[in-house]
């Protein structure tokens, strides 16, 4: 169809808009590794963020399969809906309670290569919240004061997660969670804008494959990341 020129220059600024976009780094141990050294962002577990959320799975330009917490409208949501008519198993989940730990990654390895501490989100399940990391806070006082070693074992859905106070030999000077965050710029509120995607109900039915108009998304994949070595 013909569009205006003042349209066409419209999606030209959208598109500029989204190409210069920021967005956060979300934790994880890659296969290769079996633990990493973390710091996490929080004085306490009262100051762990919690969300409910769809698991909205997305397929990329390049045919890659990755998945999107998108957070949940309750009543009249449309992903609610999809996910009730589908039981839940077809690209949406069922709306779930889900955590999300700000913390630094003293292990990610960035493109080239090399080790660098970066601003990272772990998002996790309710029951992780309550079987792993109250009771490994419970277990180990002081947990949260110091570095944490994050071991994992098992893969996919038979994945679990321990956490142990790390000794810190091979790592930075500890400093006060107020400081990491002064160090890094750490801007929580908009680095979890592409953590929890925060869309309305029309944006929500563009994500339900039930038409042939389902075409353009609201988000794409994260084109990069922001990586901060501030202080190090």
């Not at 994050?150 to 969670?177: C, E, I, R």
């Amino acid at each position: 169809m013909r569009i205006a020129l003042n349209v066409m220059e419209e999606h030209l600024d959208n598109q500029q808009s989204n190409n210069n976009r920021t967005f956060a780094h979300q934790f994880f141990i890659p296969k290769s590794v079996q633990s990493k050294n973390v710091k996490f962002l929080i004085k306490d577990l009262s100051e762990v963020m919690a969300f409910r959320t769809h698991t909205v799975t997305r397929i990329s330009k390049k045919g890659k399969q990755y998945f999107q917490e998108v957070s949940c409208l309750g009543d009249g949501c449309p992903l609610c809906d999809y996910a009730f008519k589908t039981d839940g198993k077809a690209s949406s989940s069922y709306a779930r309670d889900k955590i999300v730990i700000p913390l630094i990654d003293f292990d990610y390895v960035d493109s080239e290569g090399n080790k660098t501490p970066t601003i990272s989100y772990w998002v996790r399940s309710s029951n992780f919240y309550r079987n792993v990391l109250a009771l490994y806070v419970s277990k180990f006082k002081g947990l949260l004061d110091g570095y944490v070693e994050v071991n994992k074992t098992g893969t996919g859905v038979n994945t679990t997660y321990s956490l142990f106070p790390a000794s810190g030999d091979n790592l930075p000077k500890l400093k006060s969670v107020d400081e990491y965050l002064k160090d890094f710029d750490v801007n929580m509120e908009e680095d979890l804008k592409s953590i929890i995607y925060e869309l309305n109900a029309e944006q929500m039915n563009r994500l339900i494959p039930h038409t042939e108009e389902n075409i353009e998304v609201p988000f794409e994949e994260a084109p990069k990341r922001r990586v901060s070595t501030h202080g190090f």
